[in-house]
């Protein structure tokens, strides 16, 4: 077997619950269980990838056992996205421990490597092939001196140390077989820049110990909830994704299907604003955390910038979300490779209530300030010229007046002027009534509970959220009604569907949403049914593999992830409902 055979066998896909996420804020690495980076865009989340074998594509960092018999584990270290693969083979046990140096540059990322033999000398097989522009380039201008190895990828310059003994192979990548023994690490430290490098490599102690007091100091301490270490991973997770400029990707990923051979394959690598006040909410259950400040900064500068013309989603640095366009990749099984994204088109009224519950919840904490309350003001301002327009809605569908969309920003208006002066507080409940008044005029069932439009009468998980947030009582009728009708038509087996999309049975359409079965555990606190609260809780956070990531969907009956990785408003709510359900357990 030729060495780009050997390598070509390690890099077919995996389930998604076996992916691993390296991320300093400006972009992420997935990382598979054959120690294989996968997946990586320079110099931001958005840009072209120069790792894309997870779509099929060229271009992949590995490092792992030089054998063919091993069994995969890992974990991240406590309060950070430093993860340590762990494999055991025939020969003894190796891990390697991985980290993208943290904080992350806009400009230069680096990417550490430290590998330790636990028992016994051990060969591990490195192999680096850089492939820029979702594999359309190769390096150039490759040369080692002392050790290190430089050169260009596409806009990128690069700088490798610790692989001096590697060798350059007939497709470009450099190879090499290493002996790694107890008690002596190999460091690897791979530098890849749009701007010229420095002149010094990084010295991998220095950035080891920057990194680990830099994450010590981002993420806190997690203690007293349902589930601290969840909840912690939750924390840093949100934070891997959070932009130096705070904006928050939805995901890192893009093009991973939420159902096979269906279509429903997305780019997620942008800022949605209703994702970012989902975690900005989520924080706030815990107290001023800096993640709260970063959504609060990043969503009024983009309601501030844009008025009633608010955009459902941003680039990191605020820009308008490329259109949707294909890349001819292979893809991951299942799905076509898209980029970009249709949402930039689409007028989302939900957005808008999110937005001040958000803020209401920043001022609760006193982390507003003048600036912010002219957000606020946008805001309204907003709502009020446009709540009679059709909308796409929380799940951006077709125009519709969606009872989900009106009545989230009821629960805004109604939240946000318990801490408005009293006569903007007035004026913005009359607000609220009025749009609770217009959507029971059209959007109430029979039944007694909330329906989708007014000419869907389904029930949807998504209108759990207003009555959760304030837009009406817990005690109100529509409400209790609204909460059973969830519970009866769209529960099974511990996880929540979002809706009934067509005639199939729940499950063949789409998986399980894992935002509402938080939800559901939300919803049913709020009424005081604890213990329900709990098992929709604890069912909900075992959907995912050993690193811990949840994706958007999970399939019940296959117990697999869907859709991209990791998705950031699923953490969110697991972080939020567990400090919530703290008293519960």
């Not at 390690?10 to 300093?24: F, G, I, K, N, Q």
């Not at 390697?96 to 680096?110: I, K, M, N, Q, S």
């Not at 975690?279 to 008025?307: I, K, N, T, Y």
């Not at 507080?425 to 009025?434: F, I, K, M, P, Q």
């Amino acid at each position: 077997m030729t060495d780009q055979q050997a390598i070509a066998g390690l890099l077919s896909p995996h389930v998604l619950r076996e992916y691993a996420l390296l991320a300093d804020g400006e972009r992420g690495v997935v990382v598979g269980p054959r120690g294989d980076y996968c997946w990586m865009c320079l110099p931001r989340w958005d840009s072209p990838a120069i790792f894309s074998s997870l779509l099929g594509g060229e271009g992949a960092y590995i490092v792992c056992p030089d054998q063919t018999r091993f069994v995969w584990g890992g974990r991240y270290e406590e309060r950070s996205l430093i993860f340590r693969s762990r494999w055991v083979t025939a020969d003894g046990i190796v891990e390697c421990r991985e980290a993208l140096a943290f904080p992350g540059d806009r400009h230069t990322a680096v990417l550490l490597r430290r590998i330790s033999a636990l028992d016994r000398p051990i060969r591990m097989r490195v192999a680096l092939d850089l492939r820029a522009d979702f594999g359309a380039e190769s390096v150039r201008d490759l040369r080692l001196a002392d050790g290190v190895w430089t050169g260009r990828c596409g806009g990128q310059r690069l700088r490798w140390s610790g692989a001096g003994g590697a060798r350059q192979c007939e497709d470009g990548s450099l190879q090499d077989v290493v002996q790694v023994n107890p008690g002596s690490d190999h460091d690897l430290v791979l530098e890849l820049s749009d701007q010229e490098l420095g002149a010094d490599p990084v010295q991998p102690g220095d950035a080891w110990r920057r990194t680990e007091t830099a994450w010590r100091t981002a993420v806190p301490a997690v203690s007293g909830t349902a589930a601290d270490v969840d909840a912690q991973v939750a924390y840093a997770v949100l934070r891997g994704l959070t932009s130096s400029g705070g904006g928050m990707v939805a995901a890192a990923t893009m093009s991973l299907p939420e159902r096979a051979q269906q279509g429903r394959n997305y780019d997620y690598r942008f800022c949605w604003i209703r994702d970012q006040c989902y975690a900005g909410q989520a924080v706030a259950a815990a107290g001023p955390l800096p993640l709260l400040d970063d959504a609060v900064r990043f969503v009024s500068e983009r309601v501030l910038a844009d008025g009633p013309e608010l955009k459902p989603a941003y680039s990191v640095t605020g820009e308008s979300v490329p259109r949707e366009r294909d890349l001819d990749l292979p893809g991951y099984p299942g799905a076509a490779v898209k980029t970009g994204n249709w949402v930039t088109d689409q007028f989302q009224l939900d957005a808008c209530g999110e937005a001040l519950l958000l803020l209401e919840a920043a001022a609760r904490l006193d982390r507003l300030d003048n600036w912010h309350w002219r957000a606020v003001q946008t805001l309204v301002r907003t709502i009020t010229e446009r709540w009679r327009e059709p909308d796409a809605g929380i799940w951006e569908l077709d125009n519709q007046h969606w009872a989900h969309s009106r009545l989230t920003c009821a629960a805004g208006l109604r939240r946000i002027a318990g801490v408005a002066p009293s006569r903007e507080g007035a004026e913005w409940r009359r607000l609220a009534d009025l749009l609770v008044s217009d959507a029971t005029s059209d959007c109430l069932h029979p039944d007694g509970r909330w329906q989708r439009a007014p000419d869907d009468s389904r029930v949807d998980a998504a209108l759990l959220i207003p009555s959760i947030r304030g837009a009406i009582p817990a005690v109100d009728p529509r409400t209790t009604a609204t909460l059973e009708a969830v519970r009866a038509d769209l529960g099974r087996h511990g996880f929540v569907y979002r809706f009934q999309p067509d005639e199939r049975p729940l499950g063949e359409a789409e998986g399980a949403f894992l935002l509402c079965g938080f939800l559901m555990a939300l919803a049913d606190h709020q009424q005081g049914n604890d213990i329900k609260a709990v098992r929709w809780f604890e069912r909900n956070r075992t959907a995912c593999g050993p690193p811990g990531l949840f994706a958007e969907e999970f399939d019940v009956g296959q117990r697999q992830l869907r859709g991209n990785l990791p998705q950031a408003f699923v953490h969110a709510l697991l972080f939020e409902t567990a400090h919530r359900l703290a008293d519960s357990v």
